[in-house]
């Protein structure tokens, strides 16, 4: 274990059995006079600590989820020989008020979380180890000094209720079984790993929903939630002892009313030979319980319950994000891309990483969020949440030779160079413009100019054109149709992007010496990229496929009258025929450059290719694909919810501000549009719009923070806006 800075030097890693599957670790000490105690303590799987019965904290699943140690990877679907950094978070909490006078005890339950994930292996064994281990120091402040209780192999261990937790399954839970017998723990090898404070957020029980029941046969019940969310169904009993309350849990149902599991992994077998299906058991001991999952989260709108039970209630789980935005409109593709989009991405934050899927993979895909990232810094509170992913972006990153993975943590799964790998230039980037922290940039910019030399090391003739041997190398994904916008050029596409961020992060953290480099670099790509894939005659790349125009103009290969052709080209489609990325770029460009009216009416659109094809087919959520396939909570096609506010609000920054230090308010209104209202808590402060289309003009309002002032800007009307409520009709 590296870093020597750390409170735990004098501790020793403990552990159980390892065949256990979660063990509750005993350990008794004396308190006299203390005036303050602060705990001390990480684990590798999922810890829950308490002082005399009272939890040490609210926070769930911790540590959050880290690349903890070294794995064998080169089994993989995908090989992996990277050298990557591995490091695990520790926790120092105040546990002042519940130590007393005397004897107490510290309680620490462990579960398996992804430390020892064994079923799912679809991208390779996950599993890091074997045996659930927790080390502690219990810091005891009194008159006469600082006495340390530490974890040193004096502690017992005895089995919890829980007899099976595994992520992607659920949970075991047998009160009855509890013995109560301590045995002695085992004193082990502490993990090769950076021991760090931690960061990032911790997730939490968010709000509950009482669901409808929808049907009952055969002993079994059916309820609805409502919605499509991440968290699980807590279940209250009497029923007698030995009695059985099982679970399971879906997306969707059957023509026949019957749970489909076949969306969220419940076709593939796990390495046990069980199908993967999240489910729970509770085995009753005949007096009255709660029961709930400790170390696991569901993701699903319905489910099933068998046995007997007096109520339940579904419990929403995810990272303790804050939703620091609200949007409303006369659009229902409006409110429906904004509402599904939160809804999406929240359900997606478990552990401090935006997973592509709550549910059957659950893993951090750097291509999902990156395009998520801007949208969720601007319209949640998740700046804390971001910098522990960055840092796990970095920790990715193969020390030698450069590369960045598909998932950050690392667990395997496919992408690309361009549409995954370049997170590591364009989250840091996103999370400066959003935080104003430059500091992120100086510690990202080593990493980043590493990541471009692998990219110019894997080109040919100017276009990036592979990845690692053995693993894909995507470019766009989930288009409508299938692939046909060439990957190289959507990779080289982003090179030019990532050149270009690299230029102006060069000037930011004053590094000019460089920029020379990427210009030449450009130039070069340019002539690369126009030569392999435009149509000199037409102006066109790529004949125009699946947005490959979109691209261009966002790689600055094309201007604004690429955008209006792109305008008419979709406004006859009515429909997107774009990947996710491309989505994103496409209504950029379209709000942007007064295309308002063709957004609007891509987002009224009922067709097959369109957000309300998704809610008119009884989405929650976004969908994986346009067409329903695959997982239906996958927030990737979401992220065009910002230009809600950035551009049909006009709540903009200037390009030369971050953090909003400047204002701006622009609003681009549709001619389809009556009314819009929105706000935005910024670092600057609160700052609201609405308008509404009036008989004499359209009537706005807009809201400023205290010591601040905006400009407001709408077609040829100019004003100043100063701090307080704004009122005028135009």
Not at 112 to 141: C, H, P, S
Not at 167 to 188: K, M, Q, R
Request: glycine share 8%.
């Amino acid at each position: 274990m590296n870093n020597r800075n750390h409170p735990f030097l004098s501790a020793k890693w403990i552990a159980a059995d390892s065949a256990v599957a979660s063990p509750l670790f005993v350990r008794s000490f004396f308190a006299h006079n203390v005036n303050k105690a602060t705990l001390h303590i990480t684990s590798l799987g999922f810890f829950e600590a308490s002082v005399n019965g009272t939890k040490v904290t609210d926070g769930m699943y911790l540590p959050v989820v880290t690349d903890y140690e070294k794995r064998d990877m080169s089994r993989w679907i995908y090989p992996i020989f990277d050298d990557l950094t591995h490091r695990l978070y520790y926790y120092d909490f105040d546990v002042t008020d519940k130590v007393r006078e005397g004897q107490n005890e510290l309680l620490i339950q462990l579960g398996n979380g992804w430390y020892k994930q064994t079923e799912r292996v679809a991208e390779g064994e996950m599993a890091f180890g074997d045996t659930l281990k927790t080390i502690f120091v219990l810091a005891l402040e009194t008159e006469s000094g600082i006495q340390y209780i530490c974890s040193d192999g004096s502690e017992t261990w005895k089995e919890s209720e829980i007899r099976y937790t595994n992520l992607f399954i659920g949970e075991v839970l047998d009160p009855a079984a509890c013995t109560g017998e301590t045995t002695p723990v085992f004193i082990v090898d502490a993990p090769e790993t950076e021991l760090s404070a931690a960061i990032g957020v911790a997730d939490g029980c968010i709000r509950t929903i009482t669901p409808r029941l929808l049907s009952e046969h055969d002993g079994k019940r059916i309820y609805d939630a409502g919605e499509n969310i991440s968290g699980y169904v807590r279940v209250r009993t009497a029923a007698e002892k030995g009695s059985r309350i099982q679970l399971r849990f879906s997306e969707e149902l059957y023509e026949d009313g019957t749970l489909d599991f076949t969306r969220i992994g419940g076709e593939y077998v796990c390495k046990s030979g069980r199908h993967q299906i999240q489910q729970d058991l509770f085995i009753c001991d005949g007096t009255y319980r709660v029961f709930e999952p400790k170390f696991v989260w569901h993701a699903f709108r319905y489910f099933e319950i068998t046995g007997d039970y007096d109520a339940v209630e579904a419990v929403v789980v995810h990272s303790d994000v804050s939703v620091t935005s609200s949007f409303e409109s006369s659009s229902e593709g409006f409110n429906f891309l904004y509402d599904s989009f939160i809804r999406s991405q929240l359900t997606n934050m478990h552990g401090s990483i935006p997973s592509d899927c709550p549910h059957r993979e659950r893993l951090g895909y750097t291509g999902d969020g990156q395009v998520c990232a801007p949208a969720a810094m601007l319209l949640l509170d998740s700046r804390e949440f971001y910098r522990k992913w960055i840092q796990d972006i970095l920790d990715c990153q193969d020390k030698v030779g450069g590369h960045v993975q598909h998932t950050a943590p690392m667990m395997g799964g496919g992408g690309g160079p361009g549409g995954w790998g370049c997170a590591i230039v364009t989250v840091p980037y996103a999370y400066y413009k959003a935080f104003g922290e430059k500091e992120m940039l100086v510690r990202c910019y080593e990493p980043m100019r590493r990541w471009l030399s692998y990219l110019m090391s894997h080109s040919e003739n100017g276009l990036v054109v592979r990845e690692e041997e053995g693993g894909w190398c995507l470019g766009d994904w989930c288009t409508r149709e299938p692939i046909e916008i060439p990957e190289p050029f959507v990779n080289t596409c982003y090179l030019l992007v990532v050149l270009r961020l690299l230029c102006e992060i060069a000037k930011i953290i004053k590094r000019t010496e460089d920029i020379t480099e990427y210009v030449s670099l450009i130039a070069q790509t340019e002539k690369a990229i126009c030569k392999a894939y435009k149509n000199e005659q037409t102006g066109s790349f790529c004949n125009g496929v699946q947005g490959a125009d979109a691209y261009a103009v966002w790689a600055g290969l094309s201007d604004i009258e690429t955008v209006h052709a792109l305008a008419e080209k979709y406004d006859a489609l009515g429909h997107f025929d774009t990947g996710f990325i491309a989505t994103d770029i496409l209504c950029a460009l379209l709000t942007e450059y007064g295309h308002e009216d063709t957004f609007f009416d891509l987002l009224q659109s009922e067709q097959f290719g369109t957000y309300l094809y998704m809610k008119r087919h009884g989405a929650t959520t976004v969908w994986e694909n346009w067409d329903g396939g695959g997982s239906h909570n996958h927030p990737m096609f979401g992220a065009p919810a910002r230009y809600l506010f950035t551009d049909i609000l006009g709540i903009r920054q200037p390009h030369d501000s971050v953090a909003f230090e400047k204002l701006r308010i622009a609003p681009c209104i549709p001619n389809g549009l009556d009314f819009a209202r929105g706000k935005l808590v910024l670092p600057c402060g609160e700052v609201s719009v609405s308008f509404e289309r009036k008989e004499k003009g359209i009537a706005f309002t807009v809201c400023i923070p205290e010591n601040k002032t905006a400009v407001f800007v709408y077609e040829d009307h100019f004003c100043n806006l100063f701090a307080g409520e704004n009122t005028f009709l135009f």
